[in-house]
């Protein structure tokens, strides 16, 4: 198989999947580079544009290569031709919803991660948290948009964000009335997931599929935003110098023992394949699911290659093992 690493996308997260691509690049160095571009069309990219290319999560990327589709669609078709294995180094919207999984299963084509079914399920916040529920994971209540006025009095501090969307974007913590006019405004575009303020520590927590199908759960890690900073959104993921990301967490071993476990328990309630982080907060009750990514952050600043380190695992080893994965998968 022709080992490809498929980037970019339609999204917003487009700019974070450069990034992952530049660290995936450095560990596959022979593997093809595909660009999939904000129009839908699909370029082909050198290492040395990839690697050159600065500030990726500012500045969009340009594919120094030669036009491969119109669409992602037929990227497709030439994928199956040439029996390619593609390496996902894409997060959000269509990579992330299990649209593009679908289109490798149904033309039988390898790829890693998450299938379809297991992609779109996580990706649906809503639903995440009703078979997070079926584990035995405690998430906070939602509140419908009609009752944020009466939740806001009850609880005092709210959060809101999109029920289908990831790197934090769109978040908006509920301080104020006028912040209720900002979720009002924001829901109008898409749906929101609106729930009360949990206090506590944030967490996050990789599960990691081995070649010969076991499951382990990496070391949870401890998140500090910066001091003055909201919470963990964007500009705290991947801009804010100050935020502090703490792996193995400073927590209780009876606490870390929890989240690895909650972690699991998602990881196998979602039909997760390959590899999850999944999202915390660790509150004075315990540890309280947030939300699962299937295609998780890659990038030389992303937790769960900061997670793999602290396991002793080296990245490059994990993407072999996860080329493995997608193989046998796709051998059915």
Not at 162 to 189: C, E, T, W
Request: proline share 5%.
């Amino acid at each position: 198989m022709r080992i490809t690493i498929l980037f970019g996308g339609t999204n917003k997260e487009r700019l974070v999947s450069v990034a992952s691509a530049q660290a995936l690049h450095t560990a596959l160095p022979d593997a093809d580079l595909w660009f999939w571009e904000a129009d839908d069309s699909v370029h082909e990219a050198s290492g040395k544009a990839l690697l050159a290319h600065a500030r990726p999560f500012e500045n969009p990327f340009k594919p120094d290569g030669a036009r491969v589709s119109l669409s992602i669609d037929q990227a497709m078709d030439r994928a199956k031709v040439d029996g390619r294995l593609l390496v996902l180094g894409l997060h959000g919207g269509r990579a992330e919803n299990g649209e593009l999984q679908a289109m490798c299963e149904l033309r039988d084509i390898a790829f890693t991660g998450s299938g379809s079914a297991s992609s779109n399920l996580a990706f649906d916040k809503v639903a995440a948290k009703r078979f997070a529920a079926i584990a035995g994971v405690h998430s906070p209540d939602g509140i419908a948009l009609s009752d944020i006025d009466a939740a806001f009095a009850q609880y005092g501090k709210l959060i809101a964000k999109p029920a289908r969307d990831g790197s934090s974007y769109g978040l908006i913590f509920v301080n104020s009335k006028q912040d209720i006019v900002a979720v009002r405004n924001a829901a109008r575009s898409e749906e929101y997931v609106i729930e009360p303020f949990v206090a506590g520590t944030e967490a996050t927590c990789g599960v990691l599929e081995q070649a010969d199908g076991s499951l382990i759960s990496l070391p949870p890690i401890e998140i500090i935003p910066a001091e003055g900073g909201a919470g963990f959104d964007y500009r705290a993921k991947y801009l804010a110098k100050a935020t502090q990301e703490i792996c193995p967490g400073r927590f209780p071993p009876e606490i870390s023992e929890t989240i690895m476990d909650m972690a699991l328990r998602v990881h196998l309630a979602l039909s997760c394949g390959g590899y999850s982080r999944t999202d915390f907060i660790v509150s004075d009750n315990g540890p309280v699911y947030l939300e699962t990514n299937t295609l998780p952050g890659l990038t030389k600043a992303s937790l769960f290659p900061k997670a793999l380190k602290a396991f002793g695992l080296e990245f490059a080893d994990f993407l072999k093992g996860q080329i493995v994965i997608g193989e046998r998968r796709s051998r059915g």
